[in-house]
């Protein structure tokens, strides 16, 4: 359960400086070192939550932001496009052929959708096909 813990502390949190992730190994280290102690009633999610306020205090750790991509058709995505420019801090690419397609960075902080590809965390294919995930 530590291990699940530092784990998910890692892949949700990077290095401000550096904005690259920590390793699992450097997560354990310092959570041994706030002599932090499980507790096998609360879920592993909840304790990495708590684990993270608590690193805050003793090292430089941030919230990753979540990157996504959005493929729209090209008529529904003009209308969505407004819309999802409010929730999203930085467009990194825009491409508007047959259909809109959007890779956006740093948007709600702290959350992450499904797997890690070489460009970081992306949405999961079923979220892509509905669109997006509002």
């Given at each position: 359960?530590?291990?699940?813990?530092?784990?998910?502390?890692?892949?949700?949190?990077?290095?401000?400086?550096?904005?690259?992730p920590?390793?699992?190994?450097?997560?354990?280290?310092?959570?041994?070192?706030?002599?932090?102690?499980?507790?096998?009633?609360?879920?592993?999610?909840?304790?990495?939550?708590?684990?993270?306020?608590?690193?805050?205090?003793?090292?430089q750790?941030?919230?990753?932001?979540?990157?996504?991509?959005f493929?729209?058709?090209?008529?529904?995505g003009?209308?969505?496009k407004?819309?999802?420019?409010?929730?999203?801090?930085?467009i990194?690419?825009?491409?508007?052929?047959?259909?809109?397609?959007?890779?956006?960075g740093?948007?709600?902080?702290g959350?992450?959708?499904?797997?890690?590809?070489?460009?970081?965390?992306?949405?999961?294919?079923d979220?892509e096909?509905?669109?997006?995930?509002?």
């Amino acid at each position: 359960m530590f291990r699940d813990i530092a784990t998910i502390v890692a892949d949700k949190c990077v290095n401000p400086k550096t904005k690259r992730p920590y390793t699992v190994i450097v997560i354990e280290r310092a959570v041994k070192d706030i002599h932090y102690s499980v507790k096998p009633n609360k879920s592993t999610k909840q304790q990495a939550l708590e684990v993270i306020r608590q690193l805050k205090e003793t090292m430089q750790i941030k919230r990753a932001h979540m990157r996504l991509r959005f493929i729209l058709p090209a008529r529904e995505g003009k209308k969505l496009k407004e819309k999802l420019k409010v929730l999203i801090k930085v467009i990194e690419n825009e491409d508007f052929h047959q259909q809109l397609e959007i890779d956006a960075g740093g948007g709600a902080e702290g959350k992450t959708a499904g797997a890690r590809g070489p460009a970081g965390p992306v949405a999961s294919p079923d979220a892509e096909e509905r669109g997006a995930p509002l």
